[in-house]
């Protein structure tokens, strides 16, 4: 809701400076944001001094630098949030971890179905809902290891039939997850059509529909994440080609198979990774 309100807000300005040249409002920055928040908002909506004050500070932090983005041309304007599609908040503050429980501000202590690393006090956690699950993550500080190389220099190109064939003559099958699940989804998504809207039927669809595609990230992203892996720990310097994503993903022949193979996010592991 604080990303949509300060985005409603913020196009408004940036209307009326388009608009009226000689009058022109200074564009707000999060701070500016968030005191207009305090002060518009939160009186006829008392539940937000029900949550901590992190959840809407971060966002509106968010939404600033998303428009600074745009401002330097790296990415386009930011968009509305739907509810429902990559619900996340971020908190600080007082938070402590112990074992496997970890404790929030005004939520307390939350169990988690993994170990959490020991004597660890974050600065903050973001929490975040994909399909019918919540995830917690945080930073950890860790020395850097320096692993041995198996070859100093790799080139690496990229396919849709194989993910990846190294210089070395090693090749990486890509794991195919869209194709292996096409057809269930796609069932899935025609049962769907005939339900009334909003409906408990309808919802339960939904959250199937939503399970299957996290199933499906969850596969190539684990697919991607062991060979940038590898490529990081055996290889001083990687080599790969500069790949036009975007105008073979407009190739309808093309289409599924890149975006099976997630050419885009191989590159981004690969960056921080190296």
């Not at 409603?8 to 940036?14: E, G, P």
């Not at 564009?27 to 939160?42: C, Q, Y």
């Not at 190294?166 to 059509?193: D, H, P, V």
Request: a positive charge.
């Amino acid at each position: 809701m604080q990303i949509n309100w300060g985005l409603w807000l913020t196009r408004n300005i940036l209307n009326h400076n388009f608009n009226n040249p000689s009058g022109k409002l200074k564009f707000p920055t999060a701070i500016d944001l968030h005191k207009l928040l305090v002060a518009m908002v939160k009186p006829k909506n008392y539940w937000y001094y029900e949550v901590s004050k992190c959840a809407p500070q971060y966002a509106l932090k968010y939404l600033s630098e998303a428009w600074k983005r745009c401002f330097t041309k790296v990415s386009g304007q930011p968009k509305f949030k739907k509810k429902g599609r990559d619900d996340s908040f971020t908190l600080d503050g007082s938070i402590s971890v112990r074992f496997n429980h970890i404790k929030l501000p005004r939520i307390g202590w939350v169990k988690t179905y993994e170990i959490l690393p020991d004597n660890v006090i974050p600065k903050s956690v973001t929490i975040s809902r994909k399909a019918d699950r919540w995830f917690i993550s945080f930073k950890v500080e860790k020395a850097t290891i320096i692993t041995e190389k198996s070859a100093d220099v790799v080139g690496v190109d990229l396919g849709v039939k194989t993910l990846a064939t190294l210089s070395t003559g090693e090749i990486f099958e890509g794991a195919k997850s869209y194709k292996k699940l096409e057809s269930k989804l796609s069932r899935l998504q025609y049962l769907n059509r005939h339900k009334t809207k909003f409906s408990n039927n309808w919802k339960k669809a939904q959250l199937k529909i939503a399970q299957l595609h996290n199933t499906i990230a969850n596969i190539r992203k684990d697919t991607l994440h062991k060979l940038t892996t590898y490529l990081a720990k055996n290889h001083s310097q990687i080599v790969i080609e500069d790949l036009n994503v975007s105008g073979m993903m407009a190739e309808p022949k093309l289409a599924k198979a890149v975006a099976d193979m997630g050419f885009y996010e191989f590159r981004r592991q690969l960056d921080y990774k190296c």
